[in-house]
């Protein structure tokens, strides 16, 4: 049952899940939503300017905005909706949340809203957020699933359906870290010197990696990455500060 269904009121059409808690961020803020039989995702620093649109045609595609006057949305990639696997999911894509100690954190604000939040991996582990349709009869009870998986949240579609995203806490193998670790590396904020002195809290430190669909994962992957002091470069006027 939805959580605005049990208190007797008609169910939600969005919820929120992230990793920690709210004075304690480990991840993205990720949000889902329904309008009628169509599905949204995206973190919310991100949207709009990027979000995942699961569209009841079965194309999905991830989009992005333009840099033009129109802020028009153009797609990042496209793929067809797979069938439902034996447990009637059909999958739409998977985020990764970087689990990785940090040495020069950014402190997050403390998040003020009604997320979901899920206790971080512990050492070794990492968590994984699948986003996926749940076919009309799917069996969503909490028992069904096993202790390293989680129904994190669910939307009824207006055709019986439910959009759902379910946590997984798996293996930190050594190629998924060491792409956790290159992706970071690769990550660069621009800041004015001097409003990171000033400012010690941020509205968030994450950013997103997308894989793109291949071959072998026809699905997108994300990397919820941990962004620290390290990422950060000075700004162009900066110089005299160096």
């Known amino acids: 049952m939805d959580r605005s269904e049990a208190k007797g009121g008609p169910a939600a059409n969005h919820f929120q899940v992230a990793i920690g808690k709210p004075d304690d961020v480990r991840s993205s803020i ?4 329904v ?3 169509e599905v949204y995702f995206g973190s919310t620093q991100s949207l709009p300017h990027t979000k995942v649109s699961l569209h009841k045609s079965g194309n999905w595609h991830i989009g992005r905005s333009s840099t033009v006057k129109s802020n028009a949305i153009r797609s990042a990639c496209t793929w ?15 985020i990764f949340v970087d689990p990785h100690p940090l040495k020069e954190p950014l402190l997050n604000k403390a998040i003020i809203d009604h997320s979901t939040w899920l206790d971080p991996a512990m050492p070794g582990r990492c968590i994984c957020l699948q986003v996926a349709v749940a ?17 994190a949240g669910r939307i009824a579609k207006l055709n019986g359906e439910h959009a759902v995203v379910i946590a997984h806490d798996i293996a930190l193998t050594t190629e998924l870290s060491s792409r956790f670790l290159q992706y970071r ?12 002195n000033r400012v010690q ?14 071959a072998i994962d026809p699905n997108p992957i994300m990397f919820d990455i941990a962004i620290t002091y390290e990422n950060i470069r000075r700004s162009p006027g900066d110089a005299d500060h160096y």
């Open 35 to 37: 309008q009628g039989d």
């Open 201 to 214: 809290l941020f509205d968030t430190s994450r950013q997103t990696h997308i894989v793109l669909p291949t």
């Open 135 to 151: 076919a009309k009869g799917t069996d969503l009870k909490a028992n069904r699933f096993s202790s390293e998986h989680r129904l």
């Open 185 to 196: 590396s690769e990550t660069k904020l621009t800041y004015n010197v001097d409003d990171v």
């Open 30 to 33: 990720w949000r889902l939503w």
């Open 80 to 94: 067809r909706r797979p069938p439902p696997d034996e447990n009637g999911f059909a999958s739409a894509l998977m």
